[in-house]
């Protein structure tokens, strides 16, 4: 718990006292392999902080399953969509593997933002850490190659490999799953 602890904190510096409030109206729940936690076209009424493992966001195009986003420790799993406004989302989030998850419902998150500064500081930093990421995905699939995409990829989050199947990674590169092979294999 010291290691998520220390994660969130880099978002924004929460005190002690306000990590035991959080937590105190939150619920640790372990979760298998495999779980959806939210699926598109429903309003997701639960934010889940990764304690530890890993979870992708995606959805669905033309029978295809397209991946957005990885989440690891210290991170949160969320339909913008169901916390902002509580209407349906577009994503499904999938736990990649065992995932050890503290759980709150967007109400009461949001209770907790408008209740305590710190916590709404925290809130806007993760949001805006969120929205940096976007950014830089955005600008990496329009100014990079591939190859350049999924170096950089494994240099963020080199345990990505170990625990994510390569046919997500090519739907997150936007490239196929041949083409994510030859990469690997310094084939260009």
Known sequence: MEVFIKKI??????????????FGHTERVVLPKGELLMREGTVAKYTYFVIKGFARGFFHKED????????????????MN????????????ELLEECDLL?????TLN??????????????????GIILKFEKLFMERYFMSASERYHLLVEREPEI???????????????????LSRIRAGIQ
């Open 9 to 22: 904190r880099e978002a924004y510096p929460l005190s002690d006292e306000t990590v035991r409030l959080l």
């Open 64 to 79: 295809k399953d397209i991946t957005i986003w990885f989440a690891s420790e210290g991170m949160s799993l969320l339909s």
């Open 82 to 93: 169901g916390y902002m406004f509580s209407t349906a989302g577009y994503e499904n989030v």
């Open 103 to 107: 759980k709150i419902s967007n109400e």
């Open 111 to 128: 209770r907790l933002f408008d209740s305590n500064i710190e916590l709404a500081n925290w809130g806007r930093r993760m949001s805006d």
């Open 161 to 179: 490999l170990k625990k994510v199947p390569l046919r997500h990674i090519a739907s997150f590169l936007g490239i196929s799953q041949v083409s």
